[in-house]
Nanobody
Framework: QVQLVESGGGAVQAGGSLRLSCVAS????????MAWFRQAPGKEREGVAS????????FYADSVKGRFTISQDKAKNSVFLEMNSLLPEDTAMYYC??????????????????????WGQGTQVTVSS
């Protein structure tokens, strides 16, 4: 079991930036695939970005490519999401998720919420126009 705690959400104007953080604890040894998802009211949860702790496998949703960057601090069991040039349509609850490394090897799997067993409680991001 892996516990995930997100932080860093908030309210910003369009064009602004936020940095989300997620700290993992518990049995983190096998949780080498880390990802961010988001869910807006009335919409399905969607994958934003994923990253394999071992390196060499990072994926982004087309809607955030070039604006968002996922990174990890392995020593601190943390994953981050740097969000720049935010748009009102980025408004959502953002969730951190973790799973075994194999999940990160294929883009469709890595960005699918059905593949992940471990979830944080979420942090709200609101972007105003």
């Amino acid at each position: 079991q892996v516990q995930l705690v997100e932080s860093g959400g908030g309210a910003v104007q369009a064009g602004g930036s936020l940095r989300l953080s997620c700290v993992a604890s518990g049995y983190t040894r096998s949780a080498t695939c880390m990802a961010w998802f988001r869910q807006a009211p009335g919409k399905e949860r969607e994958g934003v970005a994923s990253d394999y702790r071992g390196g060499g496998s990072t994926f982004y949703a087309d809607s955030v490519k070039g604006r968002f960057t996922i990174s990890q601090d392995k020593a601190k069991n943390s994953v981050f999401l740097e969000m720049n040039s935010l748009l009102p349509e980025d408004t959502a609850m953002y969730y951190c998720a973790a799973d075994i490394g194999a999940t990160c090897m294929n883009r469709d799997q890595a960005l699918s919420p059905r593949e992940y067993d471990n979830w944080g409680q979420g942090t709200q991001v609101t972007v105003s126009s």
